[in-house]
């Protein structure tokens, strides 16, 4: 099961290595990985994605919060969340196809980008099945470049 | 600068002038040379010397090197004692062995690049074993950091995975904060290696004269346990008071947290039985009644078989290596309630899952579970009882009659493990010949509580952990979790400066003496009187017992054979060296080494044939032990 972590860390060079050297030295997968500041300018925020049973995302939260770096480590797999993934996504395009894309991209809202002679980009943001059917959607008309960022998350306000 | 790009303007100005502006300037960027020179005011180097002095550091470990010398030179106005051994791994595993043996911060120091990379072997060790140690690096100057400079590493980037936390210092403003919360990080919580990586600028760069420092250390996201949940403990209390067949299992955290003699007292109150890992030894004596010994790979096999009989294990300051559990946890202990107790929340359910979790610190847990058991109990019926010691080397006698209640219920377990105490004895075959077990029988007779053992690893280890009558915390020193051979003569030299007054044993074997035999220098440099009982078969015994059994004797590469002549090797470095060929040489040649003022090597020469028995073979559960004949 995949679930989604907060982790606030300091925001010092070589932060990133500890978290992700942890990771990798007890064979913990992960998913994705997304890191920004915070609204204080010493801690950055992580969140990350990772794959696991309970037993195993237990033991990622205890060992994460074992680092010095490591201020908070939330669990939001269960908290009632909104989560973000952001695509751009570089369409191949013809005279022919054109309308049909622009059809799709209205339909996931998503919004052009950019335009070339032959090809459209897209930027689309939404959860991860939403971005998944996006791509699969422009799958057949030829995906000339893709990029697309790991998940970040916010807790739903109470009330 | 400006001055310097100044235009002609300034030529009107006086020579006294110039001279001020020279000056500021200096303030505001030293030159190098100036820094670095010997009669500089107080900076970076200086400031790191005075807190290891404020952290109450007596002695330190170091090499010197090119990255260092700013801190060399401090080293000369400071009280603190520096041991000069002969390779960096030597320095490390000194300090994790001063540590070891004191309960103190343990602090080794080293160059740049190979200085630093010779250091990881012996944090990797500290790591493992949770011993709190200060790893101290010279770096290159920060302005040729990342450049591959001559004798950069990035030490910080290599230890990463074995050190609790690690700096890299760039700006010595941050110096005294970052060396305080080194010790802080280091010696509390389970503790654990902090290196300290400065460069030579960093060291050289002046500070102000400290003045109404705050020296209080606050790191907000570092945290630690230290009281147990009291419903978790009570709980606990509840099943050790219902259980019929309980056991505990103590490991190296009784030992960290100075609980041996609470968890003594909680044997003695409701006379459990009690086993131990190889860092544990020495949270109870050997010699008490209610030991049953070590346990795991090379266990005692009452100890393995009360692990999978019993029906409640209370398992503090453990882990659940796989040299216990046989890394077939499914059947380990698979009767039992198990009551996990350790300081790192990180600990409990990595391995085992346990039926009662409580994080704390084990002496405070300890305590509060003790407090806990005597209310159940209701206070008349449970008075601690005289200690269960027994004179050394006695067989231990069926105790039942001592027993009533509450305790009373226990009978029947301990006619079971008294049972398997008298059929599966640990014995040795061979008695003509020396043998390990006469070497380690002849140090118990002669050693008494005023010794520390230290060992390498390896063959020698075993019997040793087996062997030896073990009184008290941090007699027995080795290297457990990472088994680092060469440990050991380096251990036993910063055992003997934490312990001046005591006699240092060190038990090791021909293969391990050799990683670091260079350190028999250093013991007599700082005239350190180690007594050297080196188990001398010629071969990588362990290595070879383990192709005997599990690669049809099909040896591979284990044959020490040009040995040297160590009593010679002794006798070069300055060294009293015995060769001790049979048994009844033993005795005598332990009592001449201990009436020599300076260090001593015994070369006992033993068979390769010896093996350390019982064994647990890799796949099998602990109670499927292969017995010797």
């Known amino acids: 099961m995949l679930h989604t972590l907060a982790v606030l860390v300091e925001n010092n060079p070589g932060v990133l290595a500890r978290v992700s050297g942890l990771f990798a030295r007890r064979a913990y997968n992960i998913d994705s990985l997304t890191v920004c500041q915070t609204e204080n300018p010493t801690l950055s925020l992580m969140t990350i994605v990772v794959e696991g049973d309970t037993q195993v995302i237990q033991q990622v939260i205890k060992q994460l919060h074992k680092l010095v770096v490591v201020h908070k480590v939330t669990n939001l797999t269960n908290e009632s969340i909104v989560d973000r993934e952001l695509a751009l996504i570089r369409v191949k395009v013809r005279p022919e196809t054109r309308a049909e894309i622009l059809q799709i991209v209205d339909i996931f809202r998503g919004r052009v980008v950019d335009l070339g002679r032959q090809t459209l980009s897209v930027e689309v943001t939404g959860d991860e099945q939403k971005i998944t059917a996006f791509i699969r959607a422009m799958k057949s008309f030829g995906i000339a470049e893709l990029v697309r960022t790991g998940r970040i998350a916010i807790v739903r306000s109470e009330g | ?629």
């Open chain 2, 1 to 629: 600068m400006q001055h310097v790009s100044s235009p002609s303007s300034q030529i009107s100005i006086s020579q006294t002038s110039c001279l001020q502006t020279f000056t500021e300037n200096d303030a505001i960027d030293p030159p190098q040379q100036k820094a670095d020179s010997p009669q500089h005011s107080y900076n970076g180097a200086k400031c790191v010397f005075r807190i290891l002095e404020e952290q109450g550091v007596e002695v330190i470990f170091g090499y010197p090197g090119g990255a260092v010398l700013p801190l060399y030179d401090a080293l000369r106005d400071s009280s603190i004692r520096h041991v000069l051994p002969r390779h960096e791994q030597a320095a490390v595993h000194a300090a994790d062995a001063y540590a070891r043996a004191s309960g103190k911060v343990g602090v080794c120091l080293g160059t740049s690049g190979p200085g630093a990379a010779n250091l990881v072997t012996g944090i990797a060790n500290a790591y493992m074993d949770s011993i709190p140690l200060v790893a101290i690096t010279g770096q290159v100057p920060t302005h040729l950091l990342g450049s591959d400079c001559f004798q950069e590493v990035d030490i910080t980037g290599i230890t990463m995975p074995i050190t609790k936390h690690s700096y890299l210092v760039k700006d010595v403003k941050d110096l005294p904060r970052i060396m305080r919360e080194a010790f802080h990080i280091a010696r509390t919580g389970r503790p654990g290696p902090v290196l300290i990586d400065i460069p030579r600028d960093v060291q050289a760069a002046p500070l102000p004269t400290p003045e109404n420092e705050n020296k209080e250390v606050s790191i907000k996201s570092y945290r630690f346990f230290s009281k147990g949940n009291a419903g978790q403990i009570e709980e606990a209390a509840k099943a050790l008071m219902k259980s019929h067949k309980p056991l505990i299992y103590a490991g190296g955290g009784i030992i960290t947290s100075g609980a041996a003699d609470i968890l003594a007292q909680l044997v003695d109150t409701l006379h459990l039985p009690i086993v131990t890992t190889l860092m544990g030894i020495g949270s109870i004596p050997s010699n008490h009644t209610n030991y049953l010994g070590m346990v795991g790979m090379h266990g005692t096999v009452t100890a393995n078989f009360a692990v999978t009989d019993c029906d409640l294990l209370l398992a503090v300051g453990v882990r659940f290596d796989d040299r216990v559990t046989s890394g077939l946890h499914h059947h380990f202990a698979t009767n039992a309630t198990i009551i996990h107790i350790d300081i790192d929340p990180a600990e409990i359910g990595k391995v085992i899952v346990p039926d009662i979790p409580i994080v704390g610190d084990a002496r405070l847990v300890l305590e509060d579970l003790l407090t806990k058991v005597v209310q159940e109990a209701g206070p008349s019926n449970l008075k601690p009882k005289a200690s269960g010691l027994e004179p050394l080397t006695s067989n231990p006698a069926p105790q039942q009659s001592r027993l009533q209640p509450p305790t009373s219920h226990l009978q029947p377990w301990w006619q079971i493990i008294r049972t398997w105490q008298q059929d599966h004895p640990l014995c040795y075959e061979n008695p003509t010949l020396l043998n390990p077990q006469h070497v380690l029988e002849a140090m118990v007779k002669v050693g008494g509580p005023n010794t520390i053992v230290v060992t390498d690893v390896g063959q020698h280890q075993m019997w040793a952990a087996q062997l030896y009558q073990v009184q008290r915390a941090r007699q027995f020193i080795t290297s457990a979790g990472l088994g680092t051979m060469g440990f050991g003569l380096p251990a036993s030299i910063g055992a003997q400066l934490a312990c001046p007054d005591k006699t240092v044993f060190l038990v090791t074997g021909d293969g391990s003496l050799q990683m670091t035999i260079q350190e028999l220098a250093t013991t007599v440099q700082n005239k350190l009187p180690v007594k050297i009982i080196l188990m001398n078969n010629g071969v990588l015994g362990m290595v070879r017992q383990l192709q005997s059994f599990f690669h049809e004797e099909r040896f591979s590469q284990i044959q020490l054979k040009s040995n040297p002549d160590f009593v010679k090797i002794a006798d070069a470095y300055g060294i009293k060296g015995f060769r001790v060929h049979t048994p009844e040489d033993m005795e005598p040649i332990l009592r001449q080494a201990l009436a020599e003022p300076g260090p001593v090597l015994m070369d006992c020469l033993i068979s390769p044939d010896e093996t350390v028995w019982p064994m647990v073979p890799p796949g099998k559960a602990i109670h499927e032990m292969m017995l010797g004949e």
